[in-house]
């Protein structure tokens, strides 16, 4: 099998397997360049069983590991809405299509100093944020066509590995996600929030219809965000399909693996 057909809104798209294009960045366990928070690394180290390691090199019979990290701070990640709620809801039993819709596009930032927008108080003038003007600008050309998911990258990287001077979303930007009909989001920052916020987490629950949580949007505990997703060089913004790869486990965020595919 060589490529794929995909019925979307009347129209016939043709996908070729082989021209996915990985958006995740490899968690690497020897040199992990992302510990947000400051947390610990990510670890992995040879699993030990009476008086013998399981590593090859050191004598054992095979390799065989135990890793430890945090899908929220040491990768591309997937969150759903137990993020924010106190009931247990699992990434990998979210229901979305193998392949979406998807819309790619490059914003440009403001600083809070100068936006028109708005965020809580705990935004610093000198803050990045990704706006509704710069959003609205972006998808201008490109049409609302093609939005079950949107994957938005930024022009600024130089916020440090644990993650401080981040861009983050104004609370305009997000509310117009929703307007937009967005079930998945992929960004290439740590957060659509800053990260520290006071705990306030304005954009995470407006995102999942928990804006005023005595009336939920009970349509958006489908939706997912990803974070942290890298974008390789020469890829530019258009329509494609997406398919995101997540591991069975249980968990609010699981590391995943968003492809990316051109059609014609």
């Avoid at 954009?203 to 489908?222: K, L, S, V, Y």
Wanted: with cysteine.
């Amino acid at each position: 099998m060589t490529r794929i057909e995909i019925v979307y809104r009347g129209r016939t798209h043709i996908i070729h397997h082989q021209e996915s294009i990985k958006l995740s960045a490899q968690l690497c366990f020897t040199d992990n360049a992302v510990n947000l928070y400051g947390i610990a690394p990510a670890y992995e180290a040879p699993l030990k069983y009476e008086n013998s390691q399981a590593r090859v090199t050191s004598g054992g019979a095979c390799n065989a590991s135990l890793i430890s990290f945090v899908p929220h701070c040491h990768g591309t990640h997937t969150e759903c809405i137990g993020h924010i709620l106190p009931e247990i809801h699992n990434v990998a039993d979210l229901s979305m299509p193998l392949f979406m819709a998807a819309t790619l596009i490059h914003v440009s930032l403001e600083r809070v100093s100068k936006m028109k927008d708005r965020y809580n108080t705990h935004a610093e003038d000198n803050d990045w944020i990704i706006t509704e003007e710069a959003i609205n600008h972006a998808l201008t050309p490109l049409g609302s066509d093609y939005l079950q998911a949107l994957v938005i990258t930024t022009d600024d990287k130089s916020w440090l590995p644990d993650g401080n001077g981040a861009p983050y979303f104004s609370h305009q930007a997000m509310e117009r996600v929703l307007q937009l009909g967005v079930q998945h989001l992929f960004v290439d920052i740590p957060s659509i929030d800053k990260l520290h916020d006071g705990g306030l987490m304005d954009n995470h629950r407006c995102f999942w219809g928990m804006a005023d949580p005595c009336n939920p949007i009970t349509e958006r505990r489908q939706a997912s965000v990803t974070e942290l997703i890298q974008l390789p060089e020469g890829i530019f913004p258009g329509h494609y399909f997406i398919s995101l790869q997540l591991p069975d486990l249980t968990g609010d965020a699981l590391p995943s693996k968003p492809l990316l595919f051109p059609f014609s």
